[in-house]
């Protein structure tokens, strides 16, 4: 019988669950609040439970393997949660308190590196030996694949978001002109709110009102999609990637947004490879299947 997989995708709000099979046909899904708790355990027990109802829901019983995705800074060698504000955890021993719940063979992550995975195997980012992945969320991250392997570097690597990109606004890390501060999505609702007074749901609603010519709207996009012009030109200086994959809500307007992203890379670049942008095809999906492939990774050991 082909193998059944459960993958969950952890946020600090809500878990995305899915139970794949090895072509990564989706068998049951469901989607439940995110239990809080800084010692781990609540959220250990929720995925226990869900892992548990995934399998029941299929009808295939307890499933072969196991993938769960975190945000924050995770070491997967050592399975600990070394910070995470989303889910308050500091140093918390995920993976191993995971694995004396399910007793199953189990693999643990990252999100943003997860979905970058699945990116790298089955969506935009598919054939390619070294590629990046960056989606523009509530913050910004990035999945590095070099040389065909993922790059992690101990949970630290990938920190694109933090690249000073010369600005002098202040960032929630205790920095100012991190490129999160100006070209996140929850950086471009707040900057067009504090410009205009009007609250904005989002970046996706920004990008919208600059398309139809708010001029607040259209100087808060340019201002992001300078910003990830930077941060960008810096990442190709260090590593070359020959793909750059661009996802989050502000990608859904494609052209729109990636055109001025790739006329100031081609303006500003010097002697660096100027890398193929590619948007993401995979949407809120990614870390979910990600998950899976990690799962599935695990059984192939």
Not at 13 to 20: Q, V, W
Not at 175 to 191: D, F, K, M, P, Q
Not at 197 to 218: F, K, L, N, S, Y
Request: proline share 4%; hydrophobic share 45%; with cysteine.
């Amino acid at each position: 019988m082909t193998p059944a997989v459960a993958a969950l995708d952890v946020g600090g709000t809500s878990i995305k669950a899915a139970l794949y099979d090895a072509d990564l046909k989706d068998l049951a899904s469901l989607r439940e609040p995110t239990a809080r708790g800084a010692d781990g355990g609540a959220l250990a027990d929720q995925v226990a439970r869900i892992v548990e109802t995934l399998g029941k829901q299929a009808g295939t019983g307890t499933p072969d393997a196991v993938g769960v995705v975190i945000p924050g800074i995770v070491d997967e060698v050592e399975r600990v949660a070394r910070f995470s504000a989303n889910l308050d955890f500091r140093n918390v021993p995920f993976g191993e308190m995971l694995d004396s719940r399910l007793g199953l063979p189990f693999a643990f992550g990252h999100d943003v590196r997860a979905g970058g995975l699945a990116e790298f195997r089955v969506g935009a980012g598919k054939g390619c030996t070294d590629a990046a992945f960056i989606p523009v969320g509530t913050g910004i991250a990035a999945a590095l694949q070099l040389d065909g392997k993922l790059y992690a570097a101990g949970g630290q690597g990938g920190e694109i978001g933090h690249i000073d990109v010369g600005h002098r606004l202040p960032c929630g890390c205790g920095a100012t002109g991190c490129l999160e501060a100006i070209s996140s999505a929850s950086a471009i609702a707040r900057r067009y709110s504090e410009h205009t007074g009007r609250p904005a749901d989002g970046a996706e609603q920004v990008v919208d009102a600059a398309r139809h010519g708010d001029e607040a709207a259209i100087s808060v996009v340019n201002d992001a999609l300078e910003g990830l012009g930077h941060g960008i030109k810096t990442l190709v200086t260090l590593l070359a990637p020959e793909v750059v994959v661009l996802g989050g809500g502000l990608f859904t307007a494609g052209d729109y947004v990636l055109e001025p992203v790739r006329a100031w890379l081609a303006a500003n670049l010097q002697f660096q490879r100027m890398p193929e942008l590619r948007i993401a095809q995979l949407g809120d999906e990614a870390g979910r299947l990600g998950a899976a492939l990690l799962a599935l990774d695990r059984l192939s050991v």
